[in-house]
């Protein structure tokens, strides 16, 4: 069974940061697999923020989160962060974790529907 597990949320002011931890929990290893973050806004849809393969780990970045935020990985383990600067008040969503045991080309990296496994979320709020 597998276990996404996301953590860091909160809420932060204007032009501030936040980091996002998800740790994801199976009988396998994701070390090798790539990993994603998605958020979705209340009345939006899922949106693709960042990705990063697992043996690569070469990066990948939604243009509206791009010089940003910064997704990165435990080497050997299935850790994923994402770093997030200067804060805007339109990056308020709930964040989440994905994975998948495959290896999808680089475009495909942007869809949900390439993610098996999904977390439950963390809220981040940005706010005066």
């Known amino acids: 069974q597998v276990q996404l597990v996301e953590s860091g949320g909160g809420l932060v002011q204007p032009g501030g940061s936040l980091r996002l931890s998800c740790s994801a929990t199976?009988?396998?290893?994701?070390?090798?697999?790539?990993m994603a973050w998605f958020r979705q806004a209340p009345g939006k849809e899922r949106e693709f923020v960042a990705a990063i393969r697992g043996n690569s780990g070469s990066t990948y970045y939604g243009d509206s989160v791009k010089n940003r935020f910064t997704v990165s990985r435990d080497r050997g383990k299935s850790t994923v962060f994402l770093q997030m600067n200067n804060l805007r008040p339109e990056d308020t969503a709930v964040y989440y974790c994905a994975a998948d045991f495959g290896s999808p080309i680089s475009s495909f990296l942007r869809r949900a529907s390439t993610y098996t496994y999904w977390g439950q979320g963390t809220q981040v709020t940005v706010s005066s």
């Open positions: 199976s009988d396998r290893t994701f070390s090798t697999y790539p």
